[in-house]
């Protein structure tokens, strides 16, 4: 691409509105092209993709399975009315429901993760006939208006009060207990306790259901401990609280199951999810219901609809990424991966002393940093409350050819499912080198300290 056409995008570029930012302050990377786990720029040069884009490109980029049954589909159909059947998505919802754990069988196809949420958010309550609607705080469920209210982290506030009926509880943290514990073995999931407690104070046959992410996506990579998940399901069981999981971003292989909530042998009455349901190569989510809930709207309307629900080339789209994800072993490799990327991880939190903690599951892992490991110190501080640290080490990464989602203290790592062990190692190196400015924050305040 010449200079005059790289000019020219950067003036039409000047009216998109971006998410998440101050408008015109920004002169973005102009990415034009892709392929496995590599992005390329308009000026030629290569970055690794190691967040799978929004932690959702999990096949990588240009698979030739899926790309190929796209062309065909747009050959043969594109859209039709949302009342009728197409073969394609009727093919979808058949392989959804052959991968899903328990009775979770029966899919209603949205355009993302947010709309996934939203149409769960009226699902349960008119299941249940109840209001309210539990989530914890430190999770994202996505940006309109149900989604972002069931939302616990600072994205929430500019679109609140939001609707009502929405509360918070805290979950599992054990890096950064909000009881003030040092370890799970001696909290005995004290927020399990307090959870139960808090439904009881709030009226069990007021609650509709609890939102949780099995495994928290944007606010950390927090993996609960098992016998919380297993008191969660146990709670709603007993209360007659449905139980949703969030699986927008931890499905579909990223922690080497189909389905995160596997880990547990917890099956949910709703799963949501959409990202790596496609691997990103056309828009698509989904709301899968169980028996028991699909059996309720046998007798009444589901009142939701879509323009595009189970759009045809997105749904072609979705059946081919499901064919790739069993013919080429993508979930079984990436919970092999799982330990290469834990020693990866450990080696550099040995090796930088601005990191507090790492965790992953499967290729679903977060590096999280700090000013102080003894006493866990926030380094840039939730909603950046003390310093933003993270556009700088973003552009260091970048200008080293490695993007990555990164925001406050966390860096995510969730590269390709497809990622090779020598990728990994090239990849790591370079978040290590950007590592360098971190460390020179935390001894710089060392040294004011020593002062």
């Keep these: 691409m010449n200079k005059m056409e790289i000019e020219e995008i950067k003036k ?21 092209h892709a392929e496995g786990v590599f992005m390329w720029d308009v000026y030629g040069k290569r970055y690794y993709d190691y967040c799978s884009g929004l932690l959702g ?32 998505k009727a093919r979808l919802a058949k392989s959804i429901a052959d991968v899903t754990p328990g009775d979770l069988d029966y899919v209603f196809f949205v355009n993302g993760g947010a709309e996934a949420n939203e149409n769960a958010i009226k699902t349960v309550r008119w299941f249940t006939g109840r209001n ?7 999770s994202y469920h996505g940006a309109t208006a149900g989604a972002i209210s069931i939302t616990g982290e600072p994205r929430r506030w500019v679109a609140e009060p939001g609707i009502p009926g929405c509360t918070k509880f805290f979950g599992p943290y054990c890096y950064r207990c909000p009881f003030g514990y040092e370890s799970k073995e001696k909290c005995g999931i004290q927020c399990l306790k307090v959870l139960e407690t808090q439904i009881m104070l709030d009226g069990p046959e007021t609650i509709a259901a609890i ?14 401990p098992l016998e ?4 969660v399901r146990e709670l709603c069981d007993r209360y007659g609280i449905l139980l949703v999981a969030d699986e927008v971003m931890s499905a579909w292989g990223r922690t080497g199951k189909w389905f995160a909530m596997e880990h547990y042998g917890v099956v949910p009455d709703i799963i949501t999810t959409a990202k790596g349901l496609t691997s990103c190569y056309a828009p698509l989510g989904a709301m899968i219901w169980s028996k028991r809930v699909y059996e309720c709207f046998t007798k009444r309307p589901f009142v939701g609809g879509l323009t595009f629900s189970g759009h045809a080339l997105a749904c072609a789209a979705g059946v081919a990424a499901i064919e790739e994800y069993k013919r080429g072993n993508v979930i079984e490799r990436a919970a092999e991966m799982e330990n290469y990327m834990t020693k990866k991880l450990l080696k550099l939190k040995e090796e930088h002393p601005s990191i507090g903690d790492v965790r992953n599951k499967g290729l679903f892992g977060c590096i999280e940093l700090t000013a102080d490991r ?31 989602f990164a925001k406050w203290d ?7 499912l497809i990622i090779t062990k020598e990728q990994i190692d090239e990849a790591t190196d370079i978040i290590g080198k950007a590592l360098e400015y971190t460390d020179s924050l935390v001894k710089k305040k060392e040294t004011i300290k020593a002062r």
Excluded at 132 to 138: E, G, N, P, Q
Excluded at 211 to 224: K, L, R, S, V
């Design 132 to 138: 309210k609607i539990y989530s914890t705080w430190r």
């Design 228 to 231: 919380y998940v297993k008191g």
């Design 374 to 404: 003894e006493k866990k110190e926030p380094l840039a501080g939730y909603n950046d409350c003390k310093m933003n640290v993270m556009n700088e080490l973003t552009k260091r990464m970048l200008d080293n050819g490695v993007y990555v």
């Design 410 to 416: 966390f860096i995510f790592i969730a590269p390709p």
């Design 57 to 88: 490109t999990n096949l990588g980029h240009g698979n030739k399975h899926v790309l190929e049954a796209m062309k065909k589909q747009m050959d043969k159909l594109c859209y039709v009315s949302t009342s009728f059947a197409t073969e394609v």
């Design 12 to 32: 039409m570029d000047e009216h998109v509105i971006y998410s998440w930012k101050v408008q015109g302050k920004t002169e973005h990377i102009i990415m034009d």
């Design 211 to 224: 939102f949780m992410e099995p495994i928290t996506g944007t606010n950390g990579i927090i993996i609960p």
